[in-house]
């Protein structure tokens, strides 16, 4: 593929977390604490229907009766969840009439962040929508998809400018009831994107969403619903990135998909929050509930994750093909270094007849991380002939990190046909030796065979995507062998 | 060109080169043969600087630089090139890129401009038709899935695209089929210009048969015990080492 290799060779310099920076500006932020008053607070804010009101609400309720779960291969400190401010938003002086008028300080942040909005209207073609702690900033692009009836804009507007899709929608896929952290997100969700893919559109470029959390104190919970209607199509890329702080953040986001019939969703992440230092010290908890519905017959969810951030990782994306023929797919490299540690996978619930999906995950485990792939594959009695094929492939760089594999496979259907492989290895000294060798230095050497380990997964990348992955999978595994 | 003097290296607590001393000059060609466990690959991965070997004494000088104080990557850019016995397989790095930035290295080390994309093919093109690999590599990742006569042709393939000043081939004939040693031996032929260097590492004399050597040194013992021309070699086809064997224990 022609993105492969020159333009990250000549990338694996910069030995520090990139996107360690923080922007000065105003900052708008509720004080510390959950409780009722907040969500009121965070409500009213947004200037929201009662209905919502009363949802999150009953939210808060069902929270507060759940326990944080601990079942995951991960230790940690529970985040003290009354230390925390639940909404933080970047101040406006005014009203934006144009991107024009955009804080400085914050384009200056896009800009490092590599999504200057000029360029990408200029170059890719991506539409782009950037939250900021809590709050979505800009979306551009928005006239053009307008043409076509696409709705792609923060779930704040969305609230305000389509409130019947959002009602028909809101926890329909990850109810509030599902887990802790859904639980929670649903109480005090501030922003997020919403997209709407009406009926026979094939979406012409790239949606994208770019996170950050900027405020120290901050946790981020974002709330992404996106729907493809019937036999439409969209591709949507999400990023991640935090500053560098000694403390530990919270971001608990929930995410949910909906296809209908014929609709076909591609939802790509690259995640990068602040790993923490070298020490195992500050990082992102990332908590985060991802599920797609494939609610019609053939349609069609991929799920593509590069994961190389966050101290501690809970995340899987998963797939309910309840249509007939629907099909559900995971990719997924997940990178671990130093103390970080990672509990991902997914969960394929088959329901539908033929229904079919695909799990490959690639772990790659330095340092003194721990990471574990985590899946779970249900045939439900209705659905005949399903299929289902995983591949979980672990690749140690140290021998002080670890990888663990925990398949679960359900079956209740006679007819299905499910098939596991999976594998460990170590990196190899030889295929180091024969790169070093050929003249190539010890850190393009192990990007090299790293990206060659997780080439099936980046493939899945969209172009643009697919480059920044390769370049954060060298960054985040550098001096991690000998 | 390449001056081995009183080398010895150890893995672990064993000692397996003691001694050894060998000076190979511009354009000529060097068939180190020996029996089993005499010293042969350890002399190719302590030239090539694997670090599981330890050199405890003696000098290495290559182009009048010390080429035991530089790292494996700086001896390979400086032109050191090593044909492996057991070439790796690299899953999912396609071999044109691998090749790709190993050629870039290389001449950016020796300040030379970058090839463009169409050079860089061009080249590719040129070179591997010298093993007769015309296109069956494009598409392929670095050795994956390929028989052991691919594998070492492909050896000889990136020995021609990264144009070394010293080539050492430890083995390069070792399960090779007859059609496969000729291929093989033509390409190396076909780099002989009279300025490349060469150490040819080998059990059998058939191999040079095919590639014609200047000298010819026995290793036993971590030792170089004889050198003679390309006679020796048919000597030892005929007489077998036990003669030398006896002739250095007994000493």
Redesign the interface.
């Known amino acids: 593929m022609a993105y492969e290799g020159d333009e990250l060779l000549e990338n694996v310099t910069s030995k520090e977390y990139e996107f360690g920076f923080t922007t000065n500006i105003e900052s708008d932020k509720a004080p510390a604490g959950l409780n009722e008053d907040i969500i009121r607070l965070i409500s009213s804010k947004k200037n929201e229907p009662q209905w919502l009101l009363d949802w999150r609400l009953e939210a808060f309720k069902i929270f507060q009766k759940m326990t944080e779960p601990e079942w995951a291969h991960v230790k940690y400190e529970k985040p003290n969840l009354q230390a925390i401010s639940f909404y933080a938003a970047p101040k406006q002086k005014k009203v934006l009439n144009s991107l024009d008028e955009m804080d400085p300080e914050l384009r200056k942040t896009m800009e490092k962040l590599g999504i200057s909005i000029e360029e990408q209207k200029r170059l890719s073609g991506v539409a782009v929508d950037f939250v900021m702690d809590s709050v979505s900033v800009a979306t551009s692009f928005k006239e053009k998809l307008g043409e076509l009836g696409i709705i792609f804009c923060s779930i704040s507007d969305a609230v305000q400018e389509h409130p019947e899709l959002i009602k028909k929608y809101l926890g329909t896929v990850v109810p509030r009831t599902d887990n802790y952290y859904a639980a929670l997100n649903s109480a005090v969700f501030t922003d997020g994107s919403f997209c709407y893919i009406p009926k026979g559109v094939r979406c012409p470029m790239e949606l994208s969403t770019y996170f950050r959390i900027n405020e120290a104190g901050t946790g981020q919970f974002e709330r992404t619903l996106l729907i493809a209607d019937e036999e439409s199509y969209v591709s949507y890329l999400e990023g991640c990135t935090a500053p560098q702080r000694d403390e530990n953040q919270l971001h608990a986001a929930v995410v949910e998909l909906v296809a209908m019939r014929d609709a076909e969703i591609k939802y790509s992440t690259v995640q990068n929050w602040y790993p923490g230092d070298k020490d195992g010290k500050g990082g992102i908890f990332n908590f985060v509930t991802k599920r797609g519905m494939c609610e019609g017959a053939n349609s069609k969810i991929s799920w593509t994750q590069v994961e190389t951030g966050s101290a501690v990782t809970w995340k899987y994306p998963s797939c309910i093909l309840k249509g007939d023929n629907s099909v559900g797919e995971f990719y997924s490299v997940a990178v671990t270094n130093h103390f970080q540690q990672a509990d991902t996978g997914t969960k394929m619930i088959h329901i539908g007849k033929n229904t079919k999906s695909t799990i490959i995950s690639k772990g790659i485990s330095s340092g003194r991380s721990q990471n574990s792939y985590r899946g779970l594959v249900q045939i439900g009695k209705n659905a005949s002939n399903a299929r289902n094929f995983s591949q979980c492939d672990s690749l140690l760089m140290t021998d002080t990190s670890g990888a663990h594999t925990f398949p679960y496979i359900e079956v209740n259907n006679s007819t299905a046909k499910v098939e596991h492989e999976a594998t460990t290895s170590k990196i190899g000294e030889d295929q180091i030796f024969y790169c070093l060798q050929r003249g190539l230095d010890q850190e393009q050497a192990v990007s090299m065979i790293v990206n060659g380990y997780a080439k099936d997964v980046l493939n899945k990348l969209p172009m643009e995507f697919a480059v920044e992955a390769q370049k954060l999978l060298a960054i985040s595994l550098e001096g991690s062998v000998g | 060109m390449l001056k081995i003097e009183n080398l010895h290296a150890r893995i672990e607590e064993k000692e397996i080169l003691k001694g050894l001393s060998l000076t190979i000059g511009e354009g000529e060609v060097h068939a180190i043969m020996g029996p089993n466990g005499s010293g042969k690959s350890t002399l190719a991965s302590v030239l ?3 670090e ?1 070997y330890e050199v405890t004494e003696g000098t290495v000088t290559f182009n009048s630089k010390d080429l035991l104080d530089m ?3 700086e ?3 400086e032109g050191l ?2 044909a ?1 016995q057991y ?2 397989e ?5 071999n044109m ?6 050629v ?3 001449r950016k ?1 020796r300040g030379l401009e970058a090839l463009t994309a169409k050079e860089f093919l061009q080249l590719v093109k040129e070179k591997s038709q010298l093993v007769e690999l015309d296109g069956q590599l494009a598409n392929r ?2 050795n994956e899935g390929f028989s052991g006569g691919e594998k070492k042709r492909n050896e000889i393939f ?1 020995m021609a695209m ?1 144009n070394p000043s010293m080539c050492v081939l430890d083995e390069t004939d070792s399960g090779l089929d007859i059609d496969a040693l000729r291929i093989v031996s033509e390409g190396v032929n076909a780099m002989r210009d009279g300025k490349r260097s060469f150490v040819i590492i080998t059990h059998y004399q058939r191999l040079l048969d095919h590639i014609v050597p200047d000298f010819v040194h026995v290793l036993y013992k971590g030792k170089i015990v004889k050198s003679g021309t390309k006679e020796l070699a048919l000597e030892l086809e005929e007489k077998g080492y036990d003669w030398l064997k006896e002739m250095e224990d007994a000493k």
């Open positions: 090539a600087g694997r599981d790292a494996a990557e001896r390979a850019r090139f090593l492996f070439p790796v690299i899953p999912g790095v396609s890129n691998f090749l790709k930035a190993a870039g290295e290389i080390h990742a670095v990136q990264l």
